[in-house]
């Protein structure tokens, strides 16, 4: 997994946007022709083109995908947790500016499908020609690279202009799009974007993308937390009761309140929590208790720990995953982009290492060992009983598989 710099993933300062499309236009062409560009663009791009050849998209005219209903899209709203309050957001920060700029704004979730379209009423007629309407699929194996796609698979913010759209239909437009995180889980939502034609875009609308997108996880934080803060009121009376150790944790693991334990603001949580006991990295077995909203959970007396298989899976663009598969249960933690990297080197050099050896992996910085500590620090808090340090690894004595 290669991780951009920010300054990957807009055009560079100063650059004439006419000049850089031709140059661009001859690179795309050798590119879907199999051949190597004399000059390529932006290396997201060139990545990002390389993924869609490889799909079989149609440099011409994209992939066959209809709009899905009416009703489809509306069962999407509701659920692609984008709350009213962050899409207030969104709209009241984007859609001002591309009405009187000649935009449009696209939301869309998690699987790249349109939810909302606000916004200049004539781009919206030239968006439909394209096939830009509510219900489309926007992603990278459907419509090739483009700012919604290519955030969604990057998990950054990204401006694609003009022929970097690797369908030649959309070489008229220019797209920025960042994505939206839950900040439950750090799982990607969906990714709001602003979308028209190449010669009216500004150079700061990425920018601002960003930062509407920022205020709208904010809200979505907002909202967590008061959910909290319902829960640690109920935890309170409850805890006061017990003897021992014992939390309380909303459903994505984030500690409402506890006693006896030391502070720590989440733990890892099984997929399903369908039985009164489940093996967790950090206390072993514990009993479980539901909570309106919550789950009270109490570790049970520490026994031998059971063999286990470990899997990093970073198939799923977005959607990194460590699985753990022991006799007595299996549980599966969603990662973040970094903490996926991280994982994934550690699966694949069991001997370990330094700090400064997975600096020099992750950001071709050796001297960044404090980020690294630090990211370490997070992991080893999560997974105490899977990892070791000095040199950082996975224990000896587990199974362990990468799967890309």
């Known amino acids: 997994m290669r991780t951009h710099r920010l300054d990957e993933t807009a055009l560079p300062v100063a650059t004439d946007p006419r000049q850089y499309a031709r140059v661009v236009a001859r690179a795309h062409d050798a590119v879907v022709s199999g051949c190597r560009p004399a000059v390529s663009p932006r290396q997201l791009i060139v990545e990002s083109w390389h993924r869609a050849r490889s799909q079989g998209v149609n440099p011409d005219h994209g992939a066959e995908s209809r709009p899905v209903s009416a009703g489809e899209v509306e069962r999407r709203r509701v659920t692609c947790g984008i709350t ?49 309407v509510e219900g489309a699929c926007w992603l990278e194996n459907t419509v090739g690279t483009n700012a919604i796609g290519t955030a969604l698979v990057e998990g950054v913010p990204v401006q694609v202009q003009s022929a970097e759209h690797y369908v030649r239909s959309h070489h008229a437009w220019t797209c920025a799009a960042a994505p939206i995180r839950d900040p439950r889980d750090g799982l990607l939502l ?12 500004h150079p700061s609308t990425l920018a601002l993308v960003r930062a509407v997108a920022g205020l709208a996880e904010a809200k979505l934080r ?6 909290l803060d319902r829960l640690r009121a109920v935890a309170a009376p409850l805890l006061a009761k017990i003897d021992g150790q014992a939390l309380v944790v909303d459903p994505n693991g984030w500690v409402a309140a506890s006693t006896g334990l030391p502070p720590m603001d ?97 950001f071709g910085d050796r001297t960044r060992t404090i980020t690294v500590r630090a990211e370490m620090s997070r992991l080893r808090k999560r997974f105490g009983d899977l990892l070791d340090h000095r040199p950082y690894r996975f224990l000896a004595d587990l199974d362990v598989t990468a799967v890309r």
Do not use: K
Request: net charge negative; with cysteine; aromatic share 4%.
């Open 222 to 227: 907002d909202a967590h937390r008061t959910r």
């Open 190 to 201: 969906g990714a709001v974007d602003v979308s028209g034609p190449a010669g009216t875009m």
């Open 266 to 362: 989440r733990i890892a949580l099984p997929d399903r929590l369908d039985s009164q006991e489940a093996w967790l990295p950090a206390f072993g077995a514990c009993s479980l208790e539901p909570l309106p909203e919550g789950i009270l959970l109490r570790p049970c007396a520490p026994d031998a720990p059971s063999a286990a298989r470990v899997v990093v899976d970073v198939r799923r663009s977005g959607r990194p995953a460590l699985t753990v598969h022991r006799t007595s249960g299996n549980w599966t933690y969603r990662l973040s982009g970094r903490h996926a990297e991280i994982l994934l080197d550690l699966a694949e050099n069991r001997a370990g290492r330094t700090a400064a050896e997975l600096a020099e992996q992750l």
């Open 84 to 132: 009213d309050d962050a899409l207030l957001v969104l709209r009241g920060g984007l859609v001002p500016a591309a009405e009187s700029g000649g935009h449009i704004v696209v939301i869309v979730d998690v699987e790249g499908r349109v939810l909302w379209r606000d916004g200049h009423p004539g781009v919206f007629r030239q968006a439909d020609r394209l096939g830009f």
